[in-house]
C-alpha cells in the first residue's frame, strides 16, 4: 500500500472513530501516524524531485510576504497596485504560472510582495504547482490568504488545509513545551499546568509511537494531542497570516461588515482601491517590524528617516541598514530606548546587542 491510500485509511478510521474520553487515547495514536506519513509526502522525491522545494526567488529588503489563494481572485491586480512592479492580471485562471516579487514601502521598510500562482484544493499533495507554491509559503514572514469576497467561505478553510499539511500554523505560537532527547534514563514528563486537551497517557503513546525511549519532556501550557506532535516532529513553521478578502466592490454592504469582523481580516478591492492603505499598515504591524533611529555625536536623532528592521534585529544590522562599511569599522555603538539596561541613559553595546522599537543608535567607528 502506498503512502496515499495509508493515510487515507487513517483519514477513514478517524472519521469512524467517535470522540470522547475513551478514544482519546487511540485518536492520539492514529494521528502520530498520519503526521509521519504526511511528513512522508512531502519528501523530496530523489534527487530531481524536488516536491519540497519552493520557487527560487531571492529573498530581499526586510521581510518576506507572500500571497496565497485559489485562482483569480486577485492577487496579481494586488501587487501591482502595492508596487512598481506589474504582473499581469486577466479573468482567466492560472494567469500567473511562477512567483513574481515585487517591493512595498512603507515607514522606511522595504518589503517584499510576492505574487504567485493560484492553489487548488489537494496542492499540498503535490498537485498542478501548488505544492511549489505552499513550498514558497513556508518561506515568508507573513502569508496573505487572499479570498474572493463574492465566493463561498470555504474558500478559506480549503486553503488552511493546505498549509496546514506542509506544517504551516497559522496565527499560532510556538507550543511552549521543552523537549531533549537523551541516551539513557527514560522518559522523564513534567507539567506546569493542569493538561485538559490531551493526557499524560496520550503524550506516553505518541512517544513510544515515535520510538522515542529516553527524552526529558515539560509540558508548560495546556497544549493539543496535534500541538505536542507538532513539537515531537520539529519543523513547524509558524506564520503570521491576515486572510484578505477582495473584490468588495461586488458585494453588498452588509456582507462586506459581516467579513470585515472576522479575526486577522481585511476586506479590500484591489481594483477599485479600496481599503489598501489599512491593509498595508496591517502588514506592518503584522510583521513586528522594528524602527531604530540614528543620531550622529552632538546631534538630535535623525526623526524624519528611521531604519526598518526585523524584530530580534541587532545593532549589525542597523550598521547594514546605513552602509555596510559601518560593520568592518565598526568600535562600539550606544543605544538609547528599550534595549539599553541603563535607560534613560544610553549603554555601551557591541554588533550583537538586540535593539528595539524606537531605540536611538549612535554608532561609533575606527
Ligand atoms: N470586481 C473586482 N474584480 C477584481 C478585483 N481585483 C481583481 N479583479 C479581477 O479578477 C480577475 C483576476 O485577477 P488576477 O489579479 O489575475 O487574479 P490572480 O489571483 O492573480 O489570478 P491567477 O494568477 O490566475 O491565480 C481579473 O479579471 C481582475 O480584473 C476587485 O477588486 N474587484
Ligand atoms: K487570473
Ligand atoms: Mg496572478
Known amino acids: 500500500m502506498g503512502v496515499v491510500e495509508k493515510i487515507k485509511e487513517i483519514e477513514e478510521e478517524m472519521a469512524r472513530t467517535q470522540k470522547n474520553k475513551a478514544t482519546e487515547y487511540h485518536l492520539g495514536l492514529l494521528k502520530a501516524k498520519l503526521a509521519r506519513y504526511r511528513a512522508q509526502l512531502l519528501e523530496p522525491v530523489g534527487k530531481s524531485g524536488g516536491g519540497g522545494t519552493g520557487f527560487e526567488v531571492q529573498k530581499s529588503g526586510d521581510a518576506r510576504v507572500a500571497l ?45 510582495l510576492l505574487d504567485l500562482p493560484g492553489i487548488v484544493e489537494g496542492a499540498s499533495q503535490g498537485r498542478g504547482r501548488g ?55 527514560g522518559i522523564t514528563l513534567t507539567t506546569t499546568v493542569k493538561l485538559t486537551r490531551t493526557d499524560e ?22 497544549i493539543t494531542t496535534d500541538e505536542f506532535i507538532d513539537v515531537l516532529i520539529g519543523t513547524r513553521k509558524y506564520i503570521p497570516c491576515i486572510y484578505v478578502y477582495n473584490k468588495i466592490d461586488a458585494i453588498s454592504l452588509e456582507q462586506v461588515d459581516r467579513l470585515a469582523r472576522q479575526d486577522h481580516t481585511v476586506v479590500i478591492s484591489a481594483e477599485q482601491d479600496l481599503n489598501l492603505d489599512y491593509l498595508i499598515e496591517r502588514i506592518w504591524a503584522d510583521l513586528g517590524l522594528v524602527k531604530v533611529y540614528t543620531k550622529k555625536r552632538g546631534a538630535h536623532p535623525d526623526l524624519a528617516d528611521p531604519i526598518c528592521l526585523r524584530t530580534g ?52 567607528t575606527k
Not at 497517557?201 to 495546556?222: F, G, Q
Not at 547594514?320 to 541603563?342: E, P, Q
Open 68 to 112: 496565497i489563494g485559489f485562482p483569480s481572485v486577485g492577487k496579481s491586480t494586488l501587487l501591482s497596485k502595492c508596487t512598481h512592479t506589474t504582473s499581469e492580471a486577466a479573468a482567466y485562471e492560472f494567469t500567473t504560472l511562477t512567483a513574481i516579487p515585487g517591493v512595498l514601502e512603507y515607514e522606511g521598510a522595504r518589503i517584499q
Open 131 to 185: 505544492r511549489q507554491v505552499v513550498s514558497t509559503a513556508k518561506t515568508a514572514d507573513l502569508i496573505l490568504i487572499m479570498l474572493d469576497a463574492t465566493k463561498s467561505d470555504e474558500q478559506r478553510h480549503l486553503l488552511e488545509i493546505e498549509l496546514d499539511a506542509v506544517g504551516i500554523r497559522l496565527n499560532k505560537k510556538k507550543p511552549d513545551v521543552v523537549f531533549k532527547r537523551k541516551t539513557t534514563g
Open 201 to 222: 497517557r496520550t503524550i506516553r503513546t505518541i512517544l513510544a509511537s515515535y520510538k522515542l525511549h529516553n527524552c526529558d519532556v515539560m509540558i508548560r501550557e495546556d
Open 313 to 364: 534585529a541587532t545593532i549589525e544590522g542597523v550598521c547594514n541598514g546605513i552602509h555596510r562599511s559601518l560593520t568592518t569599522n565598526f568600535r562600539y555603538a550606544l543605544v538609547w530606548g528599550k534595549s539599553s539596561k541603563f535607560a534613560p541613559h544610553a549603554q555601551k553595546v557591541g554588533l550583537n546587542h538586540p535593539v528595539q522599537d524606537d531605540d536611538v543608535v549612535s554608532i561609533f
